[in-house]
């Protein structure tokens, strides 16, 4: 029996009868899921093996989605793409990569998002980032944008595009680099492959500098990246090391349930 349900995912991230093909209802939709469902790295279960390109949608939109516990890039921009799809939205995956993804693993699929074709724009859509990144979705074009007190801007690096972005304060900061080629789930076996190695070689300690979650609200983000606490209100960046233990806990908690302001 199939899981998956627009109805029932419209509902759960605020959208219910957003059923629209338009940008007002696109941004809708994008804030909306970011508000309601967290990035959360912490949610896959990798004990019978890492599934990127096999993944189990149905299975993945019961944790993700109607349980609220999230997910990354590989759960919820894939679930959010069919989502898009299913509404009648032109929707196109994309691989990105982030410098220090790059370094570790030297993959430019360490990251997952997604290309919406609307009345003759392109649209970057990405829910599944733990940020700070773009809370609506960002025009594809040379201009620079701007988001809730933050700015956007897409920069030609040789074949590659940075997405880069500024707070009210903060310098000019790349969030990742991509380009426009279209991809397809496949592609991701050998960040697969990648991930099932760390995994078997990770023998570390547990002790929260692993974490990694972020959740939107209506104008700004959190961001709990290990120790470092990041919030991002109306543009103005807060940084805070987390050294209690206890804290450090409670934070993750809030974050992951939405109950952190």
């Known amino acids: 029996m199939n899981v998956f349900d627009v109805e029932r995912y419209l509902d759960r991230i ?3 009868g957003a059923t629209g093909v338009d940008i007002a209802t696109l941004r809708k939709l994008h804030k909306k899921h970011l508000m309601a469902i967290p990035y959360n790295g912490a949610t896959q279960d990798f ?12 299975a993945t939109f019961e944790s993700s989605v109607v349980q609220g516990r999230g997910g990354t890039c590989f759960q919820l ?29 030297g993959l ?3 990251h997952s998002f997604n290309r919406v074709a609307l009345d003759g724009d392109e649209w970057l859509v990405d829910v599944g980032y733990p940020g700070p990144s773009y ?6 074009r040379d201009a620079v944008q701007s988001q809730y007190g933050c700015q956007y801007r897409l920069v030609e690096r040789g074949s590659r595009i940075a997405l880069q972005r500024r707070g009210r304060v903060t310098r000019w900061s790349v969030v990742y ?3 426009m080629q279209p991809r397809q789930w496949s592609d991701w076996k050998d960040m697969e492959d990648f991930l099932a190695q760390e995994i078997a070689a990770d023998t570390g300690p547990q002790d929260g500098t692993k974490i990694l979650c972020g959740r939107t609200f209506d104008n700004g983000q959190v961001v709990l990246k290990g120790r470092r606490h990041l919030t991002v209100r ?10 209690d233990d206890d804290e450090h806990e409670q934070l993750v908690s809030h974050l992951l349930s939405g109950e952190f302001e």
């Open 234 to 243: 109306d543009g103005r960046e807060e940084i805070r090391t987390i050294t």
């Open 77 to 105: 921009n894939r679930l959010f793409a069919r989502l898009l799809t299913e509404l009648g939205y032109d929707v196109t995956l994309l691989a990105a990569s982030t410098a220090e993804g790059w370094e570790a693993s």
């Open 108 to 110: 430019d699929v360490e």
């Open 14 to 16: 605020g959208c219910a």
């Open 135 to 140: 809370i609506e979705p960002l025009l594809v």
């Open 47 to 58: 004990s019978d093996g890492v599934r990127l390109v096999g993944l189990d949608e149905d």
């Open 177 to 179: 680099t991509f380009t």
